[in-house]
């Protein structure tokens, strides 16, 4: 189960749909734009996670671990979707499963306990110090693609 965060612009997901269907150039910009906004947040999330959060992840259990911070890091990605079930257009995912264990693990039991004790969550507190910055990148472009969606769109469809 991988740890994720989300921004929510309405609108987003049509202006996608829009945009491929008009320019698909245009929608692979849009998405390298969005991605640039959320890059800071991502690359300060990869190096956030500790080292080594506990002794015992450095064994192999289940094939999940060894705990591997390179791997963890870069099982932190941004992907988007504009399927119409899909909850979110663009999400931050950890990939890795050392670090989707380390990301929703609880105080419940003594493996959880014993994380949290030592190192707190990653992606979520990264995200809240990022949120305003994120949200506001978002929508600016979001805006500008709606702006140019507006402009190519045939006179017969307005």
């Known amino acids: ?14 202006t996608l749909r829009a945009l491929r269907e008009l320019d698909p150039e245009y929608k692979r910009q849009f998405n390298k734009d969005i991605r640039g906004v959320v ?5 300060a999330a990869k190096g956030s996670y ?23 890091r870069q099982g932190v990605k941004i ?33 959880g306990a014993a994380i949290r004790r030592r190192n707190p969550k990653v992606l979520w507190p990264t995200y809240d110090r990022y949120a305003a910055q994120i949200e506001a990148g978002v929508a600016g472009i979001v805006r500008d693609a709606e702006k140019t969606v507006q402009e190519r769109m045939p006179a017969i469809w307005r």
Request: aromatic share 6%.
């Open 50 to 72: 500790p080292a080594l959060p506990i002794s015992g992840m450095a064994r192999q259990w289940n094939g999940r671990l060894p705990w591997n911070v390179a791997a963890v």
């Open 1 to 14: 189960m991988p740890g994720s965060a989300k921004v929510e612009v309405v609108g987003v997901k049509e």
């Open 79 to 111: 992907k988007s979707s504009t399927r119409r079930n899909a909850n979110s257009v663009v999400y931050i995912s950890q990939g890795s499963a050392a670090g989707a264990i380390f990301e929703v693990v609880t105080t419940g039991n003594q493996f």
């Open 39 to 43: 890059a800071p947040m991502v690359g």
